[in-house]
């Protein structure tokens, strides 16, 4: 596709499930990110993928946060044991390289744990 | 540590007149910043940026002011229109060694174009 794509869309799982959430970035971009945009809040860094680099994790609110970038294309994000305030939007952007080029975003996945 | 704020959460103007969001930052290490738009349950959509080398760049009814010695840039849209009341976020990013080149958000402005 042209753009960045996620799946699902909405999420809705039980506390205590484990979810993933993908991300397509769009063909060619070596840089990856995950945000997340609680009810009424900013959007908050969580993972950033450059290239073969090592991935900036410093933005994972926990340890039950991770995510996996495979062959330097499709991303995962996977919350294990998800807690209510994990509910969010979750977002998924790519760029072209690191630097002064905009990142395109995806849709978002809404997840709402219950 | 809010490297990136927004410090109105709201702004509300009249179409037709001038809109003006602000953001500041903390990292000096910064070196070049952007402006994205929300809408409802849409992904943002980037609108403008701006290198740490320049001090203005303009895009149509966008321009995009930065002031590095006040660590501040600003949005200006002008003429405001009713299509673009949405949330708008700015986020800068640094490409030296001491930063990753994560792009850093603020926590974002909603602005209402009234008719």
């Known amino acids: 596709g042209a753009g960045v794509s996620q799946s699902p869309s909405n999420k809705v799982t039980e506390k205590g499930k484990d979810v993933e959430l993908r991300c397509d970035p769009i063909s060619g971009h070596t840089a990856l990110y995950w945000y997340r945009q609680s009810l009424g809040q900013g959007l908050e860094f969580l993972i950033y993928?450059?290239?073969?680099?090592?991935?900036?994790k410093s933005g994972l609110p926990s340890d039950r946060f991770s995510a996996e970038r495979t062959g330097g294309s499709v991303s995962t994000l996977t919350i294990q044991r998800t807690q209510q305030e994990d509910s969010a939007v979750y977002l998924c952007?790519?760029?072209?390289?690191?630097?002064?080029?905009?990142?395109?975003f995806g849709q978002g996945t809404r997840l709402t744990v219950v | 540590d809010q490297q990136v704020k927004q410090n109105s959460p709201s702004l509300s103007v009249q179409e037709g007149r001038i809109s003006i969001l602000n953001c500041d930052y903390t990292n000096s290490m910064f070196d070049y910043f952007l402006w994205y738009k929300k809408y409802p349950a849409e992904g943002p959509t980037f609108l403008i940026s701006i290198s740490s080398i320049k001090d203005k760049n303009e895009d149509g009814r966008f321009t995009v002011f930065l002031n590095k010695s006040a660590k501040h840039l600003s949005l200006h849209i002008v003429p405001s229109q009713p299509g673009d009341s949405a949330v708008y976020f700015c986020a800068a990013g640094g490409r030296g060694s001491s930063n990753t080149g994560k792009l850093i958000f603020g926590q974002g402005t909603t602005l209402q174009v009234k008719p």
């Open positions: 952007a790519s760029s072209y390289r690191q630097g002064s080029t905009e990142a395109f």
């Open positions: 993928f450059q290239g073969n680099s090592a991935p900036d």
